[in-house]
């Protein structure tokens, strides 16, 4: 009986100690992986803007928000990108952080004094990104 309860014993200890190798396994993997591919080549499709509000007053104060990612083919953000935005005259845009940070991320502030709908597009690197989005000032 105390033969068996050694080895149960012993069973137990060996695959607790298999568990804890297989998780420091798993923690360096993941600690050491990288995208595969150049993490500084960005996807045309992955890449994406959004806008907060929609709307604005037409005041030349009040701001709308562009939030543009630059991501990769895995979806992680690129950093250190340049990003321009082409849009109409009567537009003025605030460069809060034109270059990428590490999620990938720039932020822009958008303001007019003269109401209308106006289309934004993004580009980096003369390549445009995203879907243009269309911001109204009233």
Same mark, same amino acid.
């Given at each position: 009986?105390?033969?068996?309860?050694n080895?149960f014993?012993?069973?137990?200890?060996?695959?607790?100690?298999?568990f804890?190798?297989?998780?420091?396994?798993n923690?360096r993997?993941?600690?050491?992986?990288?995208a595969s591919?150049?993490?500084?080549d960005?996807?045309?499709?992955n890449?994406?803007?959004?806008i907060?509000?929609?709307?604005?007053?037409?005041?030349?104060?009040e701001?709308?928000?562009?939030?543009?990612?630059?991501?990769?083919?895995?979806g992680? !953000?690129?950093?250190a990108? /340049?990003?321009?935005?082409? $849009?109409?005259? #009567?537009?003025?845009?605030?460069?809060?952080?034109?270059? &990428?940070?590490?999620? !990938?991320?720039a932020?822009? /502030?958008?303001?007019?004094a $003269?109401?209308? #709908?106006?289309?934004?597009?993004?580009?980096?690197?003369? &390549?445009?990104?995203?879907?243009?989005?269309?911001?109204?000032?009233?």
């Open positions: 009986m105390k033969r068996s309860k080895v014993l012993l069973l137990i200890v060996l695959l607790l100690l298999l804890l190798l297989s998780l420091s396994a923690i993997f993941i600690l050491s992986s990288r591919g150049n993490v500084q960005f996807s045309v499709d890449s994406y803007m959004s907060s509000p929609i709307e604005a007053r037409a005041d030349g104060a701001r709308i928000r562009l939030t543009i990612f630059i991501l990769n083919d895995e992680l !953000g690129v950093p990108k /340049d990003v321009n935005i082409n $849009k109409a005259p #009567e537009v003025v845009v605030d460069q809060v952080q034109m270059r &990428t940070d590490n999620y !990938g991320r932020i822009f /502030d958008l303001m007019s $003269k109401v209308g #709908e106006y289309i934004i597009e993004a580009m980096v690197e003369n &390549t445009k990104v995203g879907e243009p989005i269309r911001v109204k000032f009233n």
